[in-house]
């Protein structure tokens, strides 16, 4: 019990961590459509990517879209591995890109709906000024 609430400390700190701007938008942060080729398979703790300080400043736009399979954890569902970019206009994106979803949490890959394969999701981080 201990360590769960921890882990939900530690997640409310993270989210403290994001950017509170609400100038640049870096995703769509609406989880029932985060995974663009899966249907079922949604995560239940979502962290956006943060906007790199260098390309906020300097007025750039972009996106990185990323391939990833599903692992399970020790203890807690289930997490992204082998993140890889599939097209990604910075190299800055793709570094908070792959940041942010490396601290997504899924369902337990026994608890996954077994219409879908949990490899190879794909989910793309835009990043856009208002």
């Known amino acids: 019990m201990n360590k769960f609430v921890i882990m939900i400390v530690v997640l409310f700190g993270l989210l403290a961590c994001q950017s ?3 100038s640049p938008s870096t995703d769509n942060t609406d989880i029932s459509n985060a995974i663009e ?3 079922f398979i949604k995560p ?3 962290i956006t990517a ?3 300080e260098q390309e906020y400043r300097a007025g750039v736009e972009g996106s990185c879209k990323v391939s ?3 692992s399970d954890l020790e203890k807690f569902g289930s997490a992204p591995t082998n993140i890889k970019p599939i097209e990604c ?6 570094k908070m890109c792959t940041t942010a979803l490396s601290y997504w949490r899924f369902k337990s890959l026994e608890d996954i709906d077994k219409r879908e394969s949990p490899t190879n999701l794909i ?3 835009n990043f856009e000024l208002s």
């Open 89 to 94: 206009t910075n190299k800055n994106f793709e």
């Open 123 to 125: 989910y793309t981080c």
């Open 50 to 52: 943060k906007y790199p």
């Open 68 to 70: 990833f399979d599903l």
């Open 44 to 46: 239940i703790v979502m």
């Open 37 to 39: 080729n899966r249907k």
């Open 20 to 22: 509170t701007s609400s």
